[in-house]
């Protein structure tokens, strides 16, 4: 039976468990448990880390650990009892190893290695506290390393503040928000601002010198010296180093390194230097050769220095860590400047020194640290442990501490001053140094060089070499043990150092000090000259007696009569005495022994100020004693001086030098003194100096009596103590009485006010400044309640007014605050009395807004206290005069900070947000303590409704400023909490105001206004953001405070719900706001909130019928909210749900449906554009999306202003992607809102204010550059064209001659420029996985240059990281579509150019043809080869059937996309034959195509031309054709398929026709064919004939053979007019009446895609072959000067294979990027649904009705009925329906590639034109923009097409409507008879003629407009844009004249056909003002 638990509650996880019983919760090791209830060894409960999932686990598995339970029971929480610190320690190395892994994912591999080690550091401190052997004092090092890691790691990782107090974590709810803020600001300035440091220390260490002549041993002196003052700092750092130049005991880490200690903050300055100082030891000369003798010298080697701003940079850029530095070491030139060489290196004076060697560096470590020495080797204490040289300052640091000793004497050894003593030369001086005592015994180990090496007893000089005035500035330190001191001196003998070779030193004299006087003062402080007595070398030095009483100091005779010989050597030294047991002032030690002496007290008395105060602190006790022992020696004589002295002493202490004796004072009292009477002459001598203050002229000396005033207590107090101790409490009244007489001239003393002088003010300000340090000494003797009493009388008797002396105020406040921060105020009984008056000060301060920060400090420490104390009684007493006394002063003083503007200063700043945040905390301490009744007695408090309105305005106001983000730091998160609890508290006990006062008729829209935008702002703080939260944090908030976001949701929901028909005042204006608050991914809130927008939309449509505004503003609101990273899916449907369930019963039901769907599908779109833009690089889902949303708002919802920016966000995104031509004509977008009108817009994303012209001006030259960028000239062209008429009607002709140049060059760059076609690709996306705009949706992408579909595959898979490639290109299955995944689905397509009559001229360039080819396309087709019935394997062309799918696009490609997506697909199938004769027909367009390149010569080579032609005659070779043959020319398939009779003659047609068209290609082959393939050539003819025997081509009866070499140039072409096509084999030519092969075909027939394996490549090529009889029957006629190539190339006369299926490796690149087919055979070209073909159906027959519609030759036929329509053919796409619909060209609009030119006139045979049924049908359209066209397409209606004339199957016309070789039958040839008897051929059915009033013909001006797909089905376009259609000719200016136009005259039925088929077009909306 399970039962629970009682002491089980906690425990932790020792062994994994799996969870596999049944209810087992799985456990891994280290987990955290609550145990709930326990069953036979099971427990029952849950890991804390998900206390959701509950389970079983074994008992045995856990380690049971103590825990304190709360709130028992079903809610119970866990707190365990282990140390705080290990407790917080745990949960952040668990929140730490979560984000540890994720550093490692991201990369970041330094801070996941330093993060590692830290951890490791914390897990090994965490494991000696459990332990729990650790001492205090290391407990607390210990704990304070953790919090020191750990907070070093919450910054680096980004979490919050952890506010602690001794180590541990604080709850906020047991200490004040004031106490929380202030441990919050201490962490904060401790991370950010380290608390800058007066004392500072060098590490040194010495590695090596690196010298080439070393070989001498060597000793080091490192030293710091100030070059300002010309002296050194610090004593000196002694290395030696060994012949190598390295240590010479480098097992000796001491002697090697150094710390240079006591630096002050002014010793690191830019003057103050690193000396080295180099003595080598051995021979005098270093270049001496060997002697016998062994006597080694100290000789200067070389000196070196390095600049301590160097050092200061070098540590801003490295922190805590060692720089390594190489010195330059110098020689001084002579060696007599060797004393001052590092002063010369200092001030570069470069001719006194010089390198020692070229390469002569010292290696150095240095690091500069920071702080007091103890901290030092707490942080540092691997200095320590492997060993370091502590080296001291020369004196005694800037702050002397009470327990420093030292008693050390430096001595310098100056110079000399020696005589030749009869030499020749001058002297070697060796000094030898020694300290005795006085016995002349040697004092051992009492001589140091310097720290690093031990003391020595005897000193050897370096030598100079012969020099009589040495110079050496030796520094020596002489630390003597004081009892040694008296009777000490130090003798100083100087030898001759001989250079010969035995190296002999001859004693020649010797000098002596003493190092304390007689009276026990020890040496001066200075330099000393010494005398030099002489003595001979055998001079015995063992009774010093008898050399002591001689003189040894010039001008420091002894008191003997002995006569001294003069002498002329002398010898100088310089002494520094620091010690704290010696002195050398004499004042001082008369005043210590000052009893021998009593008559001279007085004299030693006034002396005594005089005393240097570092010796009167060394001599404390002893001072005091001797002071308080004059006073008790004669009170009445002594007392004032006594008094002045002490006063004198105990300001001392307040320098900051020897503030650390404090210490030893405050012991001196309690331990030592004993004066039980000096109280009475003390409070006596203060209230005299105090009575005396208000008359004395000069007021210094009582200042400082009042400065010291507390110690002067402490004697008083103290003395007191001492006397009620020895008398039982005497006169206890006569204390008392005298203490209250004191504090009333005190009182007295303060309540004047200066008149006109400040003297007075100044003695008060320091009276104040000391007051508060007084009562804890009055405490002791006196009951707190008297002591509260003397205060708070002695405050208020300060006067109230803010007078002009600013400082007294200041120090008023301050006196208010350590009053405040006093133990008499921590005191309950004391603090209500003293309450008042502080109240009353801070009141005055607030309400003239000065010393605000002493203000906010003194409210923070009385919140503490009175949070301390909130249990007591008193407490909500002290709360009601608070709320009183300072709300409304905290309130208004929080906004006028706040409103104030930013100091620039950065200190003025730091202290301007400080203290802000000081006075926010006091408010919000405030708030919190108030209860319900001080809520209710404030709120009662408010006389009128005016002032709780204002009062209400206020307070939300400041709620407002403390919600914002700026407020605290970003890592204080404990405090926002904090904050946010206690607004939300009070705007609970707020609300309940505002619904009583200001409702119904009271209502005020503004204090509810406030009020819901203070709701709105605090639930969408970041810091209440609980989802962005780790789960352990979120799980510590939400059990503390829980979601605050939904307690404030509600009280909004409740106040929304009160407001009744008021409503109306905030809509629309709250619902952005509270969509911003639904959007929070919050489930509750969501569902409390939604519901709102509901009630909006009722009560608008009572008001208004209809809730437009409502929408507006969502959808406004959504997009601005929703890019920000705001909202969900899970919202989305949320907000559909609720709504729609809402409005079900309403009865504006319907339009509330549509508006929540408008919104939802703004959603969708929405998010899908939020997803896409967190990808880095710009996609193809990018812009897909951003069309998606820019079509959403034009269409669907209206909203300009939101399209014009996604226009601008597309265009952006385009760029980026350098789509340099969809950016163009999505930028045109906009560009087409505007007019060439002068109305001003106002300044609009980055557009200036300006005229609506200037604007649309700067979009055009955008466009046209972004077109030239994008090689789209002709776009480019027609945009020039626009702007070139703006500019010539406002006769700009400097613009004006810059478009046309402009527009010259688009033409220059058409001719020259190369322009890749790119590859077409289909994509289906399918599957639920996919975002809105392109689930299960199949669109038509435009590839990039150089493209193919496998890079486009690969490039759609990385956008799309998670799809699934389809391997097939069948239309998905239902379960695709409804996947829970990605599916892509891509293969090529062929574009289906709709500019036929461009494409079919061949006269045009085919660079120029391309752009059409590849433009401005609506269609694309793909073709799949499939084998129906049976197949047969030795022909498969029996059985090839071709699918043809046709897709047709929602908009043209290129557009503002990419891509586009699928509006329509169209599935027909292509019979055998039927593919047979596409074939053909494509292969022998091709071969045209090329044969026509090849004459007019663009063809760099003939390459292409040879392999067409080799492909084509092989393959018929090796039986291609004669494939055909046996497949469908046998009398089987005949007498089986008699419907295809036509068709087959069809094919024979083509096949004949295939045969000339070789045999005409082979000879202009034979004409350009190089030498070097003349044999290939040979072949070709050969297999040629080969090819014709086997099809049975013996001869082509019916024609006249024209050779190739009766053709001018290689072509029969003689016009120059751009209309007309090269000459190819289709030119103009005799015909017979009736071919015996002749063969009606109306249709055309789509290529096979290609077959897999038998069958060859399909080409792409697209034409209609004609007649066989027709073929190469051509002659040249006088009269036909140009002949008619009316049915132009294919438009697809390249491929659109991917590379794989194109050319042969032989082709240039040219030819390869420009789309050349390979000329296979179908046997040799494979067949797959990769390579897809050219036309379809669709498009045949839609050009048929186009070309075949010719007018008759009739001319007594009115234009009408010149044209007729042909039959439908005998079959029929469409499995025996009718044959589809075809569209007249008069439905589309064709841009011809270049602009018109003034056309020719003359006779009909001269002038020819590409026929366009448009010169008949319809007037001449305006030029069209590149934009696609929102027109509809413009279908004549049936009886239209009826007027046109006959059916199908007349007769008439016999030929192709598109091959290459025109086949015209009797009724399309006008027989012409000229004068020598020749028949030319007037193709009249070709050409675009037009009637002029004269009888005579002429060309129709083309149209220039980009071509819109024209078809006869409805579909969805985008707008036309109107900014480049070319306005109605009207009259043009009169300067100049507008270039001329051909203008034609139509007929009746003409212009009745124009009014039929030309829609007028609508304006564009304008955007207002943008």
């Excluded at 310097?450 to 050897?460: I, K, L, R, T």
């Excluded at 405030?926 to 319900?932: A, E, G, P, S, V």
Aim: charged share 25%; aromatic share 10%; with cysteine.
């Amino acid at each position: 039976m399970w039962i629970p638990t009682d002491n089980e509650k906690y425990g932790v996880v020792i062994s994994g468990f799996r969870g596999t019983v049944p209810h087992g919760l799985p456990l891994e090791v280290g987990d955290t448990v609550q145990i709930l209830e326990k069953c036979d060894g099971w427990y029952r409960g849950f890991v804390l880390k998900n206390p959701s999932m509950k389970g079983i686990f074994p008992a045995t598995y856990i380690h049971l650990k103590n825990a304190n339970v709360k709130n028992k029971g079903q809610f119970e929480t866990i707190i365990p009892t282990e140390d705080t610190v290990i407790t917080e320690m745990t949960g952040t190395l668990r929140e730490w190893g979560i984000m540890w892994k994720q550093l490692y994912v991201k990369n970041e591999g330094d801070l996941f290695h330093r993060l590692w080690h830290v951890m490791n550091e914390l897990l090994d401190l965490r494991r000696q506290v459990l332990v729990g052997h650790l001492t205090h004092d290391r407990m607390k090092d210990v704990k304070r390393h953790i919090t020191a890691r750990l907070d070093w790691g919450n910054e680096q990782m980004g979490l919050d503040l952890v506010p602690r107090k001794e180590f541990s974590m604080v709850d906020p709810d047991e200490i004040s928000v004031t106490e929380l803020y202030k441990l919050m600001e201490h962490r904060h300035r401790k991370k950010d601002t380290p608390v800058p440091t007066s004392s500072h220390h060098l590490f040194l260490q010495m590695k090596s010198l690196m010298c080439a002549n070393l070989g001498e041993e060597l000793e080091v002196f490192f030293s710091i010296y100030d070059s300002r003052e010309n002296h050194p700092v610090s004593e000196r750092f002694f290395v030696k180093l060994n012949k190598n130049g390295l240590p010479k005991f480098p097992e000796k880490m001491e002697r090697q390194c150094t710390l240079f200690v006591d630096l002050g903050s002014s010793d690191l300055r830019k003057d103050i230097y690193i000396t080295v100082h180099i003595i080598r030891l051995g021979r005098m000369a270093a270049g001496e050769k060997k002697n016998t003798s062994n006597t080694q010298y100290r000789r200067p080697f070389g000196c070196a220095v390095l600049s301590i701003a160097d050092l200061l940079q070098t540590e801003r850029d490295t922190r805590d860590c060692k720089e390594d530095y190489m010195l330059k070491v110098y020689m001084c030139n002579t060696e007599s400047e060797w004393y001052q060489i590092h002063e010369n290196i200092i001030k570069k004076l470069n001719a006194r020194y010089n390198l020692t060697s070229s390469n002569a560096g010292l290696s150095v470590a240095l690091q500069l640290l920071h702080g007091d020495i103890d901290q030092i080797r707490r942080e540092y204490p691997v200095l320590f442990t492997r060993g370091v040289a502590i080296t001291r300052k020369l004196g005694f640091s800037d702050i002397i501490m009470p327990g420093d000793i030292r008693n050390d004497l430096y001595v310098t050894l100056e110079r000399g001053e020696y005589e030749k003593g009869g030499k020749s030369v001058a002297r070697n001086v060796d000094v030898t140094m020694y300290v005795l005592d006085s016995e002349g015994q040697v004092l051992k180990d009492c001589i140091s060089l310097g720290s690093g090496e031990v003391p020595v007893s005897e000193h050897h000089s370096f030598v100079l070499y012969h020099n009589n005035s040495p110079r050496w500035a030796e520094l020596l330190k002489l630390p003597i043990p004081v009892d040694k001191f008296r009777g000490a001196h130090v003798r100083l003998e100087f030898r001759h150092c001989s250079t010969k070779e035995k190296g002999e030193k001859k004693l020649f004299g010797f000098s002596f000090v003493p190092l304390m006087q007689e009276d026990g003062r020890t040496l001066p402080d200075g330099i000393h000259e010494l005398l030099v007595h002489k003595c001979e070398e055998n001079t015995n030095f063992q009774a010093p007696a008898c050399y002591l009483k001689l003189q040894y100091c010039k001008g420091n005779l002894h008191g003997n009569s002995q006569p001294v010989k003069a002498s002329k050597e002398t010898f100088w030294i310089s002494s520094f005495l620091c010690s704290t047991k010696l002195t050398q002032n004499g004042d001082l030690l008369d005043f210590l022994k000052w009893r021998a002496h009593p008559e001279r007290i007085c004299d030693i008395l006034s002396k005594f100020k005089d005393i240097d105060g570092a010796e009167i602190v060394k001599f404390l006790q002893d001072t005091l004693d001797a002071l308080f022992g004059i006073l008790d020696e004669n009170p009445q004589k002594y007392g004032l001086k006594v008094f002045d002295s002490l006063v004198h002493i105990i300001n001392l202490l307040q320098d900051i030098k020897f503030q650390h004796f404090k210490p030893v004072m405050d012991t001196y009292i309690e331990s030592h003194f004993a004066g039980a009477l000096a109280y009475r002459d003390l409070i006596k001598v203060l209230k005299r100096y105090i009575d005396r203050s208000i008359e004395a002229e000069r007021q210094e000396h009582i200042q400082d009596v009042l400065r010291a005033q507390e110690y002067i207590f402490k004697y008083i107090i103290h003395s007191r103590s001492l006397y009620t101790l020895a008398t039982g409490g005497q006169n206890e009244e006569e204390f008392l009485s005298s203490i209250y007489e004191l504090f009333q001239s005190v009182r007295y003393f303060l309540s004047i006010e200066s008149q006109g002088s400040s003297i007075i003010t100044q003695t008060q300000a320091v009276f104040l400044s000391s007051f508060p340090a007084v009562y804890s000494e009055l405490l002791k003797l006196i009951d707190v309640r008297e002591v509260a009493n003397l205060v708070r009388d002695t405050l208020r008797s300060m006067p109230d007014v803010l007078h002009v002396e600013y400082s007294l105020e200041a120090v008023k406040l301050q006196c208010i605050a350590k009053t405040v921060e006093s133990q008499l105020f921590a005191n309950p009984d004391s603090r209500c009395i003293l309450l008042p008056v502080v109240l009353h000060h801070l009141h005055m301060h607030l309400q003239e807004q000065k010393d605000l920060i002493m203000c906010a400090r003194i409210l923070s420490t009385m919140f503490c206290l009175i949070k301390k104390d909130s249990t007591e009684s008193t407490v909500s007493e002290e709360v009601d005069m608070l709320v009183d006394s300072l709300l409304g002063m905290l309130l208004r003083t929080i906004l006028e900070i706040s409103n104030r503007p930013q100091p620039s200063g950065p200190t003025i700043r730091l202290q301007f947000q400080d203290v802000t945040g000081e006075f926010v905390a006091c408010l919000l301490a405030l708030l919190r303590q108030m209860t319900d009744r001080h809520y209710q007695q404030l709120l009662e408090s408010f006389t009128n409704k005016d002032d709780l309105r204002d009062f209400l305005l206020q307070i939300f106001t400041v709620f407002k400023i403390l919600i914002r983000p700026e407020m605290f730091p970003k890592d204080w998160t404990i405090m926002r909490l904090v904050t946010n609890n206690v607004i939300i508290t009070t705007i609970l006990y707020l609300s309940d105001a505002l619904r009583k006062n200001f409702l119904n008729e009271s209502f005020d829209f503004k204090v509810w206004d406030s009020y819901f935008y203070l709701a709105v702002i605090f639930i969408n703080q970041p810091c209440l953001q609980l989802e962005l939260f780790s789960p352990s944090k979120r799980k510590k908030v939400l059990e503390k405070y829980g979601d605050m976001r939904v307690m404030m949701g509600c009280e909004i929901f409740s106040m929304w719900q009160n407001l009744g028909e008021h409503k109306l005042h905030f809509i629309p204006g709250l619902i952005g706001p509270f969509l911003e608050v639904t959007l929070v991914p919050q489930a509750d809130l969501r569902n409390v909130m939604i519901p709102i927008f509901h009630d909006m939309m009722d009560w608008e449509q009572r008001r208004t019928g209809n809730f437009k505004q409502v929408e507006a503003k969502l959808i406004d609101k959504l997009d601005s909210l929703m890019s920000e990273g705001k909202g969900d899916e899970t919202y989305r449907e949320l907000f559909n749900s609720i709504l729609l369930k809402k409005i079900e019963r309403e009865t504006w039901r319907e339009s509330g449906i549509s508006l929540v769907a408008t919104v939802t599908r703004l959603m969708e779109r929405l998010l899908d554009y939020r997803d896409c833009m967190k990808v880095a690089e710009v996609d193809g889902k990018k812009i897909g999306c951003t069309v998606s949303l820019l079509n959403f708002y034009k269409t669907e919802i209206n909203k300009e202003e939101m399209y014009i920016r996604y226009i601008h966000k597309l265009y952006d995104l385009h760029l980026k992607a350098q789509n340099f031509t969809e950016a163009a004509y999505t930028l045109l977008l906009y560009d087409e809102l505007l007019e060439w009108s002068e109305r001003p817009l106002r300044e609009f994303l980055h557009y200036p204010m300006q005229t609506e012209w200037q604007r649309k001006e700067i979009l055009h030259l955008t466009i046209i550059q972004n077109f030239d960028k994008g090689k789209c000239w002709e776009n480019g062209i027609i945009l020039c064209r626009e702007l070139a008429d703006q500019y010539e009607s406002f006769y700009d002709y400097r613009n004006l001659s810059k478009m046309r140049m402009m527009e010259a060059a688009f033409y220059d760059k058409i001719m020259d420029q190369q322009r890749l076609e790119p590859e077409f690709f289909r994509v289906g996306f399918y599957g639920k996985k996919f975002p809105f705009f392109l689930r299960n949706k199949e669109f038509v992408c435009r590839g990039h240059d150089y493209e193919r579909l496998e890079a486009f595959q690969q490039r759609m898979l990385n956008e799309f990281p998670h799809a699934i490639a389809m391997q097939h290109a069948n239309q998905p299955e239902e379960t695709i579509f409804q996947a829970d995944a990605q599916y892509l689905q891509i293969y090529a397509v062929i574009p289906i150019p709709d500019n036929h009559e461009i494409l079919q001229k061949e006269a045009i360039p085919d660079h120029i043809k391309s752009f059409y080819r590849v433009n401005n396309i609506w269609r694309f087709r793909y073709d799949r080869p499939f084998h129906k019935g049976i197949k047969d394997k030795e022909n498969e062309f029996k059985s090839l059937w071709i699918e043809r799918t046709t897709l047709t696009l929602v908009q043209s490609l290129p557009g503002i996309s990419r891509w586009f997506e699928v509006d329509r697909r169209e599935v027909v199938e292509m019979s055998p034959l039927e593919n047979a004769i596409e074939v053909l027909e494509n292969k022998n367009q091709q071969l045209r195509t090329l044969i026509t390149q090849c004459q007019s010569r663009q063809m760099q080579n003939i390459n292409p031309l040879t392999m067409c032609l080799n492909g084509v005659i092989d393959a018929a070779v090796n039986g291609g054709l004669a494939r055909y043959q046996e497949a469908f020319f046998v009398k089987d398939y005949i007498l089986n398929h008699p419907e295809d009779g036509e068709k087959i003659s069809r094919l024979r047609e083509l096949m004949f026709e295939q045969a000339h068209i070789l045999e005409y290609g082979l000879a202009v082959h034979e004409k350009f064919v190089p030498q070097d393939m003349r044999p290939l050539h040979k072949k070709l003819v050969d297999q040629f004939y080969v090819m014709k025997s086997r099809l049975g081509i013996q001869d082509f009866p019916g024609y006249s053979r024209v050779s190739p070499i009766h053709l001018t140039n290689g072509s029969p072409r003689t016009c120059r007019n751009p209309a007309l096509g090269a000459i190819s084999p289709d030119g103009a030519r005799l015909v017979n009446r009736r071919s015996p092969l002749s063969y009606p075909a109306f249709n055309r027939y789509s290529s096979s895609s290609l077959s897999s394996q038998a069958s060859a490549e399909v080409s792409n090529i697209t034409g209609q072959s004609e007649s066989s009889d027709e073929v190469f029957h051509m002659q040249a006629s006088p009269s036909t000067s140009s002949l008619s190539s009316t049915h132009s190339a294919s438009p697809n006369v390249t491929s659109s294979a991917p590379s794989s299926a194109r050319g042969s490796p032989l082709l240039s690149d040219k030819h390869k990027h420009s789309r050349e087919n390979t000329c296979l055979s179908p046997r040799e070209r494979p067949c797959s649904a990769i390579y897809p073909i050219s036309m379809e159906p669709a498009q045949t027959l839609k050009q048929q009705i186009g070309d075949s519609c010719m007018p008759r030759s009739d001319p007594n036929l009115s234009a009408p009925e010149k044209v007729m329509n042909p039959t439908p053919s005998s079959w029929s796409l469409d499995s025996g329906k009718e044959a589809r619909t075809c569209v007249p060209e008069s439905a589309r609009l064709v841009s011809p590639p270049v602009p018109p030119r003034p056309t020719h006139t003359g006779s009909p045979a001269k002038t020819y034109r590409s026929y366009s049924p448009q010169a008949f049908d319809t007037p001449p359209a305006h030029p069209r923009s590149p934009h696609k066209s929102s027109v509809q397409s413009l279908t004549p209606s049936p009886t239209d097409y009826q007027s046109l004339g006959p059916v199908y199957n007349s007769p008439v016309l016999s030929g192709s409507s598109s091959s290459g070789i025109s086949s015209l039958s009797r009724g399309s040839v006008t027989e012409t008879t000229l004068t020598d008897g020749t028949i030319t051929c007037t193709l009249i059915g070709s050409e675009e003629l037009i009637k002029r009033e004269n009888g005579t013909f002429a060309c129709m001006p083309p149209r220039y407009n980009l071509s819109e797909h024209g078809t006869g089905t409805s579909r969805r376009r985008a707008p036309l844009p109107h900014s480049l259609s070319v306005p109605p000719s009207g009259e043009p200016p009169a300067l100049p004249p507008k270039p001329h136009v051909l203008r034609v005259h139509r007929s009746e039925g003409e212009n009745r056909m124009e009014e039929i088929l030309v829609r007028p077009r609508s304006q564009p909306r304008k955007v207002s003002q943008l």
